[in-house]
């Protein structure tokens, strides 16, 4: 499909090393930061500004005061090569002297930027010392003819190692320089009755602010941009609607039963109310026309692989292949432990598809998908290889899709004609967000756990005390319970002053010498890795030393404690995903947060809640409170969208205003090469370059 754009938009996409100033090194830093291109560092906004305009005099001004100062050179007390003693420079100005000192500058670069007898302008942040006022490294030294070199207002933004705010400030002016006219995407109404500027002037407005206030997100500047980020995700997901319901149509999957009865009659458990009533609107998505695009959202342990089993089965029974998809290979080897436990009577047997399976196993299990005589396949990534292909694919199911992209999560459902996707997560997502992230999607929730579970008690102990918790950790282990315990890395870096998993199972054993203990972390060998599993699931290690590796899907129900160390540096989805690990059999169950004081005031408020509810729907709410959707939605959410500019804990009003025009938008019918849909095209370039636009281009 050919989309044209206006050519002025491609300045836009330019790299950041063709700006005046910026190397392939700075450049590199700046993509590894905030992107690759002159769109990507217009987003990145100021967060507060330097007001340079105070120029008091020597009497009138106040310690730590930012201000300029007019100067003339007096004298000069700069040490010889490479003293540690400070260089200082006395100067005269109006009130009296200031004292310019500076740590390890060269002698040369002082003596001709500060000639004595001369007059200067100097700004930065002044103090004063033993009686002097003193100025350490002038952020600004200039003659008096060039005195607009010094900014009056100056946006502050956030950096990192090896890029400098004057380098970043330079190559955000020249970038918006390039921002070009475009065409209107709001319509014009609308733009009057919120009071907002066109594109290109909130990008100027929102770069060149001049009180704190301008640094609002309520402001009409950044309150337009962040209207046109949402808009352009909900147009993209509804383009994706569009398309996934079109490509489903004819498709109906009439069930016999036979499976999904059997099933039922043979379980050790009594599916709860919640679970029966999702298998309905599943099974009912199932057999109509439609292509089912459904998301299963589960809090832990409230049976969601249960659900997609019943599915599956409807498939089969329908004629069809099912396949699930998981993120990493002990997930995928749980499910296809368990499934094939649950179908072992019904003469199913289950295949495994895993991307470091030898060359024969991998050609014998795409034999038989291609065949048809594999029913149902569980895999990782490798189940979405060009090489792939099945006799009949009829369900598609996507588990913790969190960790998996838009086009990912369709690729798997492309492999059938018409075949249903179901994404599961058992990472509750507020409800702003999930309007957002799964747009495109209908939405079962599972909110009730299954009979007989246990509530997992919470605690909150200082480090301090990790004497008293490994006692108590022996007197659990001698009545026969089973332990977790969490590390945040493998092992100790010189960047943060965290337990590491090696050295803490190095540390226990010694201590514990009578107690088997496993380790696991991600850089472990596979097979090591699942033979400590195993150990741990059998038994024969009554304590599991582990990374977050273990944090999704692991099950052993004998397993009742887990203790998190330093548990201040994790997120509330994060806490709450890990606690659940513990909790899944009949055993009461306990979680120790083990906290490295002095706490912030976000670790206190994560640790509150932590201790007084087990609910995950109400945790990722909070967790969104506290943090906004920036962090709700970083890394671990990779497939989620990330804003740069809506903040949904701020600009949540906005969202219903975004999907509806965009489905106003859409009703119309336009294909996206209509010259009438030029200005939404220009919008889903700008914002959903890498997400739907791509996609649907591809394909």
Not at 55 to 61: F, K, L
Not at 97 to 115: G, N
Not at 195 to 206: C, F, R, T
Not at 448 to 472: D, H, L, W, Y
Request: aromatic fraction near 4%; include cysteine; hydrophobic fraction near 40%.
């Amino acid at each position: 499909m050919h989309i044209p754009r206006p050519t002025s938009l491609y300045r836009l996409f330019a790299s950041t090393s063709s700006l005046p100033g910026i190397g392939p090194k700075i450049a590199a830093i700046m993509e590894k930061r905030i992107g690759g291109h002159l769109i990507d560092i217009l987003r990145h906004l100021p967060v507060s500004l330097n007001d340079r305009r105070a120029r008091p005099s020597v009497d009138e001004a106040e310690d730590g005061q930012l201000a300029t100062f007019e100067v003339l050179v007096l004298s000069g007390d700069i040490p010889p090569g490479k003293s540690n003693r400070p260089a200082r420079i006395t100067t005269e100005t109006k009130g009296g002297r200031l004292e310019l000192v500076f740590f390890r500058a060269r002698a040369d670069w002082l003596r001709q930027s500060l000639p004595i007898g001369e007059r200067r302008l100097v700004s930065g942040r002044v103090e004063r010392f033993q009686g002097r006022l003193q100025m350490a490294h002038p952020d600004f030294i200039t003659s008096l003819e060039k005195a607009s070199d010094i900014p009056e207002i100056e946006p502050i933004y956030p950096l990192t190692a090896g890029l400098s705010a004057r380098i970043l400030r330079r190559a955000i002016l020249a970038s918006l320089k390039a921002v070009p006219d475009l065409p209107e995407w709001i319509d014009v109404q609308q733009l009057r009755t919120h009071q907002w500027p066109s594109h290109k002037h909130a990008l100027q407005e929102a770069h060149n602010p001049q009180e704190p206030s301008d640094l609002l997100a309520s402001t009409p500047a950044r309150t337009r941009l962040a209207y046109d980020e949402l808009l352009a995700n909900q147009f993209a997901l509804g383009l994706l609607r569009r398309q996934t319901s079109a490509a489903g149509e004819g498709c109906a999957k009439e069930g016999s039963e036979k499976l999904t009865a059997a099933l039922l009659s043979a379980l050790p458990f009594t599916p709860t109310n919640a679970q029966m009533r999702v298998i309905a609107e599943i099974k009912a998505d199932q057999m109509s026309e439609a292509r089912m695009l459904r998301l299963l959202q589960g809090d832990v342990g409230s049976g969601k692989t249960f659900v997609a089993l019943m599915a599956m089965l409807h498939a089969l029974e329908a004629g069809y292949q099912a396949a699930l998809l998981a993120p990493t290979e002990i997930l995928a080897r749980q499910h296809h432990a368990s499934l094939s436990a649950l179908l072992k009577e019904m003469q199913i047997e289950p295949e495994l598809l895993l991307g470091g399976m030898k060359t024969k196993e991998r050609k014998e299990v795409t034999e038989k998908l291609a065949a048809g005589s594999c029913q149902i396949v569980i895999g990782t990534h490798a189940l979405l290889s060009d090489d792939i292909h099945f006799a009949k694919l009829g369900l598609a199911v996507v588990d913790e899709q969190h960790r998996f992209g838009v086009r990912q999560r369709l690729v798997l459902g492309q492999k059938g004609d018409g075949c249903d996707v179901l994404v599961m997560t058992a990472t509750p997502i507020p409800r702003t967000l999930a309007m957002t992230a799964y747009g495109d999607l209908q939405v079962s929730r599972l909110d009730e756990k299954p009979k007989g579970r246990q509530e997992i008690s919470t605690a909150a102990i200082s480090g301090e005390r990790i004497a008293e918790i490994v006692e108590r950790l022996r007197q659990a282990v001698a009545s026969q319970q089973r332990a977790y315990w969490i590390c945040p890395l493998v092992e100790e870096t010189d960047k943060l002053d965290v337990a590491a998993a090696e050295d803490r199972h190095r540390q226990l054993q010694a201590i514990l010498p009578d107690i088997q203990i496993g380790l696991v972390h991600g850089r472990m060998k596979t097979d090591e890795r699942e033979a400590a599993m195993a150990e741990f699931k059998a038994g024969k290690s009554q304590i599991l030393i582990a990374t977050t590796v273990i944090e999704v899907g692991v099950d052993v129900p004998e397993a009742s404690i887990i203790i998190i160390e330093h548990a201040e540096r994790f997120g509330l989805a994060q806490l709450h995903q890990l606690r659940g690990r513990v909790g899944r059999g009949s055993a009461r169950s306990a979680c120790i947060l083990m906290y490295q004081a002095p706490l912030s005031e976000a670790a206190q408020a994560r640790l509150k809640i932590m201790r007084a509810t087990n609910d995950g729907f109400v945790i990722a709410e909070e967790d969104l409170r506290l943090r906004g959707p920036g962090e709700v939605l970083g890394q671990r959410q990779s497939g989620l969208p990330e804003f740069c500019l809506a903040d949904l804990a701020l600009h949540a009003d906005l969202l219903p205003l975004a999907r509806q025009q965009a489905e106003n938008i859409l009703e119309k019918g336009f294909s996206l090469d209509a010259p009438e849909m030029e200005p939404y095209v220009v919008l889903l370039s700008l914002f959903e370059r890498d997400n739907a636009v791509r996609f649907l281009a591809s394909g």
